[in-house]
């Protein structure tokens, strides 16, 4: 073991999390912005989380590690008004420098995985629709919520910067209107946000629904969250293009959901929130700070991508014209 693992292992002996003499660490591999391992310890196991300051991409990419806190808090806080959605804490402080939870074994699969391997379960796009905004309702406007994750400085660094800002200097012509998007971005504060609510973050099993990995977690603008997740779920489409292997329905199913779910009072306004981001993120996911892997090395994917945000960027569209454009664009390619 490393010297990091062991001295992590030491502290979770001090604070009775780990028992046995033999206790083992495993790394997991492919984060980008965290280290994670699972700890075996005897017959129970469970994982350990730690944020580093330089994030793995190819950008030169830096964030606060101490922004793990607002991960612990927002873990607490799901647990607690959404049951289930998020793993377990075990750990009562981060003062280590990391967080110990629940280890989800057998009987799960990562729902981004599922996806590039060709399955588009409309089932899985409601649960997790349901989920974010049942998450966005029972936080929303909530003083107490809102003072414990004055994390905007976090946030910026992480998604305003690195996605929206990182983009609009490759892209002149739209950078006015995505500053602008930017800075609306930051005086909001409305609801509890996840930050990074993505399929890789998402473990399914029969019967349970979970979201990972929470550490860009911000009291702001709910159509983040909703934007993330759709661009994610637009842009497997075109991965899998020309074979339809059915997103379309997981788009339609996943804004059904959530605006079903929703105790909004403003959904269309919303809706064109979201459908704004979703346009800038697409871009962003090309030309931002951490491009999609799996477009890589695909140089006529990636100019539809930018063609078509760049045709529609600026214009009144709501996230049922985004949508039926993309997937009529995508099955025309």
């Known amino acids: 073991m490393s010297p990091d693992e062991i001295a992590i292992l030491q502290n979770l002996r001090a604070e009775g999390l780990v028992q046995s003499d033999d206790a083992r660490m495993t790394a997991f591999g492919g984060g980008v912005s965290s280290d994670v391992w699972r700890v075996d310890d005897g017959g129970k196991s469970f994982v350990v989380k730690r944020s580093?300051?330089?994030?793995r991409v190819a950008a030169d990419w830096y964030a606060d590690p101490a922004r793990l806190i607002y991960e612990f808090r927002y873990l607490e806080t799901v647990s607690r008004l959404v049951p289930g959605v998020v793993p377990q804490v075990l750990n009562s402080d981060i003062s280590g420098g990391y967080i110990a939870m629940e280890f989800l074994g057998e009987g799960y699969t990562n729902w981004k995985q599922d996806m590039l391997d060709g399955s588009a379960d409309p089932v899985v796009?409601?649960?997790a629709a349901t989920a974010l905004a049942?998450?966005?309702?029972?936080?929303r406007n909530d003083?107490?919520?809102?003072s414990q994750f004055d994390s905007l400085p976090f946030f910026t660094q992480l998604r305003i910067d690195a996605y929206l800002r990182a983009t609009a200097l490759k892209h002149p012509n739209l950078a006015g209107q995505i500053e602008e998007e930017a800075l609306r971005l930051t005086r909001s504060s409305e609801c509890l946000v996840h930050g990074d609510y993505s399929p890789k973050n998402m473990l399914v099993s029969k019967d349970r629904f979970v979201v990972l990995d929470c550490e860009t977690a911000w009291f702001g603008?709910?159509?983040f969250d909703l934007a993330f997740l759709l661009n994610h779920l637009h842009l497997k489409a075109l991965h899998h293009a020309p074979t339809d292997i059915g997103m379309a329905a997981l788009v339609q199913t996943a804004i059904h959901s959530y605006f079903a779910t929703s105790d909004l009072k403003a959904a269309d306004d919303m809706n064109l929130r979201t459908a704004r981001l979703l346009l800038m993120l697409m871009l962003a996911r090309v030309d931002g700070k951490s491009p999609v892997e799996y477009l890589n090395n695909q140089p006529d994917k990636q100019n539809h991508i930018r063609e078509f945000v760049t045709h529609r960027l600026g214009k009144i569209l709501s996230l049922q014209d985004i949508s039926q454009a993309w997937f009529g664009s995508v099955e025309a390619s």
């Open 52 to 55: 580093v300051a330089k994030l």
């Open 125 to 127: 796009a409601d649960r």
């Open 134 to 139: 049942k998450i966005h309702n029972t936080t």
């Open 143 to 146: 003083a107490t919520i809102r």
């Open 221 to 223: 603008d709910p159509a």
